[in-house]
């Protein structure tokens, strides 16, 4: 059953830097994540060292196509848009443009971005 555009975020997505996505969906506008670095979770610090698994991620088609990756932290998310052209160019790669967002005021939480590396593009490995 597909459920609308969500659907396009299920599977496995992987960065240049060994840094994985793996996007469970759960119905028409909720999904879960796990965040793997080198095949394992990444550890939160700002979550008293909890794994990145199964992280709440909500999509609001009023808001447009994107999904929002609750981090754990208040204001603190990955932000995913699909960026894939692949029903009009079928040869291109599915992918997936990745941000981080944050809290103006959370000065703490900008020593937490560099785990996320350079953020930029993810692209499919498994779906």
């Given at each position: 059953m597909k459920f609308s555009w969500i659907e396009n975020y299920a599977g496995t997505w992987q960065d240049d830097?060994?840094?994985?996505?793996?996007?469970t969906i759960r119905d028409d506008e909720n999904a879960t994540v796990d965040v793997l670095m080198h095949g394992a979770p990444m550890i939160r610090?700002?979550?008293?060292?909890?794994?990145?698994?199964?992280?709440?991620?909500?999509?609001?088609?009023?808001?447009?196509?994107g999904l929002d990756v609750d981090l754990g932290r208040p204001g603190?998310?990955?932000?995913?848009?699909?960026?894939?052209?692949?029903v009009m160019n079928p040869d291109?790669?599915?992918?997936?443009?990745?941000?981080?967002?944050?809290?103006d005021s959370d000065t703490e939480g900008e020593q937490y971005l560099k785990?996320?590396?350079k953020m930029g593009q993810y692209t499919r490995v498994e779906g």
């Open positions: 830097e060994s840094r994985t996505l793996m996007i610090p700002w979550c008293g060292d909890e794994p990145a698994k199964g992280l709440p991620a909500r999509y609001n088609p009023a808001e447009g196509p603190f998310s990955l932000n995913l848009n699909d960026e894939s052209d692949h291109e790669p599915e992918s997936l443009s990745v941000g981080i967002s944050r809290y785990l996320f590396g």
